[in-house]
């Protein structure tokens, strides 16, 4: 495994402790406004301290990007990672258990290491450049399908596969 994926899971499974724990202790959780229909709770900045703490550890040189405090520059601008650490913050919110946290490493502007985990269901989806992608340590294998029709291109709205194309091209 790339060390960098392993401190990726790592900092998604602890920040994925943060999130479950505090799923299940709703009247402790601390929203606010940032803008229309975003949200940002005192879950997300936690997780997010997390995160940072767990990739410092090892990389303390390496920049980290979040959406909740921004950039923090490191000596070595060349290794960036891109992090959410409450992604789905609205449905958090709205008790929805459907949330993940999202972490991504990119090196000279190319995305090489990817992590989303799901706390609620703990599953876990990685991707390293050139390795493909795994579901809880299982190969995931891509669609072969050559059009839209028959396929499921959204999991929340139902789409024709024409309207779909036009907004492709």
């Known amino acids: 495994m790339h060390p960098m994926l392993t401190i990726a899971v790592r900092a998604a499974r602890k920040a994925g402790n943060v999130i479950a724990k505090n799923?299940?202790?709703?009247?402790?959780?601390?929203?606010?406004?940032?803008?229309?229909?975003?949200f940002v709770t005192n879950v997300d900045k936690a997780a997010e301290a997390v995160i940072i703490d767990t990739i410092r550890k090892s990389y303390?040189?390496?920049?980290?990007?979040?959406?909740?405090s921004g950039e923090h520059?490191?000596?070595?601008?060349?290794v960036q990672w891109v992090i959410d650490p409450l992604d789905g913050t609205t449905n958090f919110i709205k008790r929805l258990p459907h949330f993940a946290v999202s972490i991504a490493v990119r090196i000279k502007g190319r995305t090489e290491v990817a992590v989303v985990y799901d706390p609620m269901r703990n599953e876990l989806f990685t991707a390293t450049r050139g390795q493909g992608a795994q579901l809880n340590g299982y190969r995931l294998r891509g669609s072969t399908a050559r059009d839209l029709d028959g396929t499921i291109p959204r999991d929340r709205l139902p789409v024709q596969s024409q309207t779909i194309r036009d907004h492709l091209h």
């Open 60 to 68: 303390p040189q390496h920049t980290i990007i979040t959406e909740e």
């Open 23 to 38: 799923y299940e202790t709703p009247d402790a959780v601390e929203a606010s406004q940032k803008g229309s229909n975003d």
């Open 73 to 78: 520059v490191g000596t070595d601008q060349d």
